[in-house]
Each structure stands twice: as C-alpha cells, then as structure tokens.
C-alpha cells in the first residue's frame, strides 16, 4: 500500500519573512515539489500569519493541482476563511501564540463544542476535515464521534525521544493507528519526521498519508527542493518496504 506524501511549505515563507521579501514564493515552492512527485500541498495559516498569509492560501488554492491541506485553528476566524478558499482538507490544530511550531496534539475531547462547530461548517462547505492529535484512544473516539473522516498522528514525541523511550513511543502511534482505522478513520501523520526517522513511522501499515515540511525545507538548503521531495519519498518506501516483515 502506497502512501501519499503531502509537504508542508510553511519555511519557505519563514524565508521569504525573514527579510520582508517577495521570494522565495511558497506557490513556486508548490510547483517544485508536485512536480518531484508529491501527493499534496499542507499550508499552516497561522493566526498571527507568522509565515504564511492569506494571500498565499489564496494563490496557492488557484494553483495547486493536486491537493491542498489547510492546517488551522478550530476559530471562527479561521473556518470563515477555509470556507471562502475552498481547500480541499482541512486539519484542526491546536496554536498558542508564544510556540515556536505546534506543540502537541488538539485537545478534540476538552474543546469538543468548538470542534463540533467548526466541523460541521466544514462539512457543509464540502470540505474534508482532520484533527491533529495525540495518540490516544479518548481524542481518537472524540474525532469520529464529531465526523472527522480523517486524524493525523503527531509523531512529535517520538521524533524527540530516542532508545527506549522511542520504541515505547512508536508503539502507542502504531497502537493508534490500529485503533483509529478500526473506527473507520484515514489515519496520516506528522511533525517532527526526517528522512532518518521516518521508516519506522512508514512501516505502520494502517498509515497513508504523511505530512512533511521542515525536513524537507532543511534538507532543500543542500540538494535541492525537488530531490529533498525525492530523497523524502525514498525513505518512505524503505519503511513500507518493512510492512509485514
């Protein structure tokens, strides 16, 4: 079983940011990795629009061709926005102001009235919706009970950890996923996730879709936007490579 890789372009705009330019584009980031084979586009439209702006969501939904996977707050703000632009998935995930990048999973089960609004505006604008979680069977209930079709692992923890503490890790994102399909659920990843740690992750069978960004921006630097999306892909086949043995 194939799975779809989707990269997050967020850092292209950090670049871009940093100097108050206009490149690097991320919509031109988005061409060069569709073209070297990516599945999706995944885009953070932060609140404080640390990094992308509501002009890049807009260009970038005129020129994707694939997909287009808006991460976002479950705000109203933000459900009115993804509801004028149309993206085709969007990802509930939780924001505070002072991180650096997301930092755990969205609390589906604390924020549920929230959640369940935001949700069914997605659902009625036609858009698919994801929670972002942690690999727990309380936020995995939660995310089906409010019609999510889709959640995405963070793989964050086990990304930091190492020995032990990984493998232990590892086995509560491989026990998720077993529980979230039996629910029904597409069950993707993310976050945190390198050429060097993936296949692990890869290697969890119910898993189909990951998603990418910071590596592979990391990476571009040295050999390139299109083959870090190469080199990516490539790491992930050794770990599906690794299903069932």
């Known amino acids: 079983m194939a799975i779809r890789l989707h990269i997050n372009i967020d850092h292209v705009s950090t670049v871009r940011n940093a100097r108050g330019t206009r490149y690097p584009d991320p919509v031109h980031a988005a061409f060069a990795c569709e073209d070297a084979g990516a599945d999706g586009i995944t885009a953070h439209l932060r609140e404080d629009r640390r990094h ?3 002009r890049d969501i807009d260009r970038l939904r005129e020129s994707v061709t694939t997909l287009l996977n808006l991460e976002m ?3 109203d703000e933000m459900i009115g926005i993804a509801e004028r632009v149309r993206p085709d998935c969007i990802t509930l995930v939780p924001e505070r102001r002072e991180e650096r990048t997301t930092e755990g999973g969205l ?9 369940e609004k935001v949700a069914e505006r997605a659902r009625r604008a036609g858009i698919r919706v994801s929670f972002f979680i942690a690999p727990e069977e309380a936020q ?5 009970e409010l019609g999510a ?6 793989t964050g923890e086990y990304c930091n950890l190492s ?14 996923a077993r529980f979230g399909h039996g ?12 050429r060097f740690n993936v296949p692990p992750v890869a290697a969890i069978s119910e898993i189909e879709e990951l998603n990418i960004g910071h590596a592979i921006i990391a990476d571009s630097l040295f050999m390139g936007l299109g083959d ?7 790491a992930v086949q050794r770990g599906i490579a690794l299903r069932g043995g």
């Open 52 to 54: 992308m702006t509501d």
């Open 73 to 75: 707050a479950g705000t």
């Open 107 to 115: 609390d589906v089960v604390g924020q549920r009235k929230q959640m």
């Open 140 to 144: 995995l209930k939660a995310s089906h």
């Open 149 to 154: 079709e889709q959640i995405e692992l963070h």
């Open 163 to 176: 020995g032990a503490q990984q493998d232990h890790e590892l086995e509560r994102l491989r026990h998720a």
């Open 183 to 194: 629910l029904g659920l597409c069950i993707a990843a993310g976050h945190g996730l390198t």
């Open 228 to 234: 870090a999306v190469r080199a990516m892909r490539e």
